[in-house]
């Protein structure tokens, strides 16, 4: 019996062994997840003060030298370009290879290798996105300059230097959950996570939705409720501001050029969270009589963080800000003569063409009087677990054809027979912009750079210790029609296409205007006047205006009051939204409750704080408002959703057009809502909600718990990752824009001159390792609003308190 025993334990301890070391579907071998050679045991790291390490890595042509500080910031000096961005790969690698592969391989459409089959759809759609055939292109263009090329070569050797020597044991904690390893870095990686970038900041189109509008209520009444320019705005480019060039001959919009659609899906949206803010004041407003520049791009908060901090030091350069891991180079920052900032333009650059094919067979399609052929492009898609699915991708001049009239889009984002037309699928060059920028001194060294950017548009801000500021809404801008692309395009008229492109050096830009300032937040790139076509729409102008009603107000600016602008939640919406609302209320129909809340609105100072339960109702107000005027005239019908107009036009409506038709509900038929009645039944129903959610109107309705600010893993749904219910106040449109899923990924202020003097914060870490100190540490200076200084060596042998550890690379 003791015999029989003994087998039977041994089998059950050898099936689990084998259980527990293989992968089941998508559950992980948690046999290698536990064990204590090489699971996560293995992932924990302590604090590296005063460790000094040499290491000899094949691939390096000198020695270099990296002195962390005590953020774990990673200062890289090197006697060659090459051995900087070499030991730049090296490093983030190191600290973030997980992220950087993850999200190459998210942007590849190449997840179903991770995950399985339940990621087919996802990466079919990035595939017929034509996502891969952008990250070629692009890479075509970064390796035809010699500079950007050793970059990229110099970047992948050091990331492929440290996988080689990279263990199973220590894996970042990702692969061992979902059960895969590292694979070689290539260029094509770097061009994925730009390309990645182009689709988070310039995919955005309402041209389906628009359709459908136009459709249900035609052309006059559409272009009433969406103008091309707002009733209010202050553009990034000052008003009056003179255009110093000749236009070229712009193409005139031809006769019946847009078409409506009989599958009109609706394409991804842009979210009012994704956007940023940047602006320079000038040394007149200045206290040091130098210019101060500031910027907080805003993006997903996401762990680990979009941004990675580092210096990068050879005789040919200086400079110090923030990467993205995966690209060589400083995406933000400053060297010791210049400083820069991004914010998003929003340009319309991504356009829908229906297109005509000859037969069943698509071989041909019909485009200006005649056919022309069909390019096939096979996408290969790997399955884990399964046998491959090959996809075959349909390509016209145009650009894909994302999904034939009888497929079933994904998720019902993408329109059917039709082409996209995307500046993300251009031959493009934008590392060499940064390239510039991170050697710049000059202001005509940041007009160069710029020439050479195309996409995502960007609004680059500009200061430097001469003196000067400046701003740019910049990229490659496609010359086209006033309005071409608001609606559905004819794809068989050459007269919709792209005619050209605006010319670089005309990208609106001003320097040194009289105001002592410039400044971005996604609003309009201009007034009415500059000659070209970028957008119809651009992102509300209540950021923008506040920004610029603080700076025009400042004197003697220093960084810490740039800091606070930074943080500043004062709801500017608001302040313009309640004095059209409140005396519209009939304060006779609400309940006791109802009156209360109101009461509390009225007493409101407009500050989005966190315990502010007054911008909790506002915000929620807001929408419901929006549902009662809108919903029943332009209602998502099945497969032909609508949007509604902006936030701007309707303030319009509600101050100046009080007795619209727009006001009554055309589903009622008994009587005739007014005014009066949408602004107080969507109050009440603001309350009743408000209430059933967090019980009496008291401090559960306060706005932080409200908006649930959280900083997430990349991995949807590990929370233990993760930093949920972050209390900070602000909001969408507020100049502190911290939102629910996105808000300030970095805040930087820097103070130019002849020592300049920086500072900065993201939310979260230098390392992607939930078991590194360095994972979290900068969540709570990020959340009270404070910055860190930036430390900028000149020096390996410089001597400072903050400098933590060395790390020497040699061949």
Known sequence: MKIVIALLCCLISIGLTVSLDRQWGTVPAFGRLLSPFEGFWQNAEIEDAGSEQTLSIEGTRD??????????????????????????????????????????????????????????????????????????QSLTGMLADPATRSALEAYT???????????????????????????????????????????????????????????????????????????????????GTRWDFTPVKIPSAPVDSETDSSMAWNWQRHDPAIGSNNWA???QKSATGYPILA???HLTLSLPSIWYQIQLVTPTLNVYGVSLPGAPGV??????????????????????????????????????????????RIERIKVKGKPDVVDTVLYTHHGPVAYLLEEKPFTTNIPTGYAIRWIAHEVDNGLKTFYLLNRAKTYDDYVTALSFYTAPAQNFVFANAAKDIAISPNGRF???????????????????????????????????????????????????????????????????????????????????????????VYNHQASTFLPVLLPRIREKDLSGSQKQALRTVRQWNYQQDTASVAGTIFMEWLEHLDRVIWADDLPDEPGQPMRFPNAVRTLQLLSEEPDA????????????ETIQDAVTSSFQSTIDSLAKQYGPLGKSWAWADHKQTGVRHLIPGLDAFSALNVQIGGGPRIVNAAGRRAGPSWRMVVQT?????????????????????????????????????????????QKHPRIHSTLTLTR
């Open 295 to 297: 910027n907080d791009p």
């Open 478 to 568: 496609p010359l086209k029609w006033r309005g071409q692309g608001k609606f559905l395009l004819d794809g068989t008229r050459a007269a919709n296409d792209w005619q050209g492109w605006i010319p670089a050096a005309q990208n609106p830009r001003v320097k040194n205007p009289p105001r002592g300032f410039v400044s971005s937040a996604n609003q309009f790139s201009t007034d009415p006047t500059y000659p070209y076509y970028i957008n119809w729409e651009f992102e509300t102008p209540d950021r923008g205006m506040r920004i610029n009603q603080r700076l025009a107000a400042m004197q003697r600016v220093t960084v810490d009051s740039l800091r606070q602008l930074q943080n500043d």
């Open 753 to 797: 001159g002849p020592q300049p003097r920086a500072y900065g914060v993201f939310p979260g870490g230098q390392s992607g390792n939930p078991g590194s100190p360095y994972y979290l540490n900068m969540l709570e200076t990020w959340r009270k609003g404070e910055l860190y200084e930036l430390l900028y060596l000149q020096s390996a042998a």
């Open 63 to 136: 020695q270099v030298t990296v002195l962390f500080d005590d953020l774990h910031v990673p200062h890289i000096f090197a006697r060659n370009d090459y051995d900087a961005y070499f030991a730049q790969g090296y490093v983030t690698a190191r600290d973030r290879l997980w992220q950087m592969e993850f999200q190459t391989h998210a942007a590849a459409g190449r997840i179903s290798e991770v995950i399985g089959e339940r990621a087919l759809e996802l990466d079919r759609n990035k595939r017929r996105l034509g996502m891969a055939y952008g990250a070629e």
């Open 157 to 239: 050797a050091g990331i492929n230097a440290y996988i080689a020597q990279l263990k199973p044991a220590r894996h970042p904690i990702e692969y061992k959950l979902l059960g895969y390893a590292p694979e070689p870095w290539t260029p094509l990686k770097c061009a994925f996570l730009l390309k990645q970038m182009t689709q988070t900041l310039a995919a955005g189109a309402d041209d389906l939705l628009m359709t459908n509008v136009r459709r249900k209520l035609g052309p006059a009444l559409t272009a009433n409720l969406f103008p091309d320019y707002p009733f209010k705005e202050d553009p990034i480019i000052p008003v």
């Open 281 to 283: 004041v000038g040394p």
């Open 331 to 376: 995406i933000i920052g400053f060297n010791k003569e210049v400083a820069w900032g991004v914010t998003n333009v929003g340009a319309d650059v991504l356009d829908f063409y229906k297109i005509r094919f000859r037969d069943n067979r698509r071989q041909e399609y019909w485009h200006d009087g005649k056919w022309k052929p069909v390019r096939r």
């Open 661 to 672: 038709r727009w006001f009554d509900n055309v589903l009622t038929t008994n009587r005739k």
